[in-house]
């Protein structure tokens, strides 16, 4: 069935520094692609998504390209802040129903 | 309307009791789930509504779970004689899905988080 595997956490980082975080997929057909964050205390929100391969979803100075030749989704920053101290989640548009499918989660944290 | 709410916050229970919890999703939404997620663990997919409808449950959706939606607005999940392993975060989403786009975004609420002791 479809999966998504992604980097173990946690990641530590001082500020500014660049930030990358692996995720691959498991899928038949063309999902869409996303990627959530949830800060202490919060809900999932999405961070960015792409729909086709490709595509470059990009928000709050996050990117990830839809690469499938590769069945990746990388997400990259390129000088994070402590603000951005979270948990991502990669996830896929699984089957005619609409769930998303998730990976694990990578907890970052971003030290001043 | 601001977001997808989910009530209780937090409930703590004993071994063998019901347990029932609530979502409120955003007003428009046509499709709302319910996912799980246990400690270390990205959310799992649990059940779905489209309106009042519910059209897919997982296989981690035991018997003792049920969900409805009855007027297509808010849904409840209950979870009969709970057992330990049922400690878990429960998330609502809710998404608006028209015409032949799926995969429009889920908008998650804060949670219900379950202790079963």
């Given amino acids: 069935g479809d999966s998504v595997t992604q980097m173990e956490g946690p990641v530590t980082l001082s500020e500014e520094a660049f930030l990358t975080i692996n995720c691959t997929y498991t899928a038949t057909g063309y999902p869409s692609l996303f990627w959530y964050v949830q800060y202490p205390g919060e809900g999932l929100q999405l961070l960015l998504k792409a729909t086709k391969a490709d595509d470059k979803g990009s928000n709050k100075g996050f990117e990830a390209t839809y690469r499938k030749e590769t069945t990746s989704f990388h997400l990259e920053k390129g000088s994070v802040q402590v603000s951005d101290s979270a948990v991502y989640f990669c996830a896929l548009g699984g089957g005619s129903q609409g769930n998303l499918i998730f990976g694990k989660g990578t907890k970052l944290s971003v030290k001043p | ?117």
Avoid at chain 2, 18 to 26: A, E, H, W, Y
Avoid at chain 2, 36 to 53: C, I
Avoid at chain 2, 55 to 83: M, N, V, Y
Wanted: charged share 20%; proline share 4%.
């Fill in chain 2, 1 to 117: 309307d601001t977001g997808v709410s989910q009530n209780p916050r937090h409930k703590i229970t004993k071994r063998g009791q019901n347990v029932t919890f609530r979502c409120d999703p955003i007003s428009e939404h046509n499709r709302l789930y319910w996912y799980r997620q246990t400690l270390g663990q990205g959310p799992e997919f649990l059940t779905y509504f489209q309106n009042e409808a519910q059209l897919e449950k997982s296989r981690l959706l035991s018997d003792r779970f049920s969900a409805e939606r009855p007027k297509g607005s808010f849904s409840t999940l209950e979870i009969q004689r709970t057992e330990q392993g049922d400690s878990a975060m429960y998330l609502c989403a809710s998404s608006l899905t028209s015409g032949g786009l799926t995969y429009n975004e889920q908008f998650f609420g804060p949670g219900t988080r379950l202790t079963v002791l």
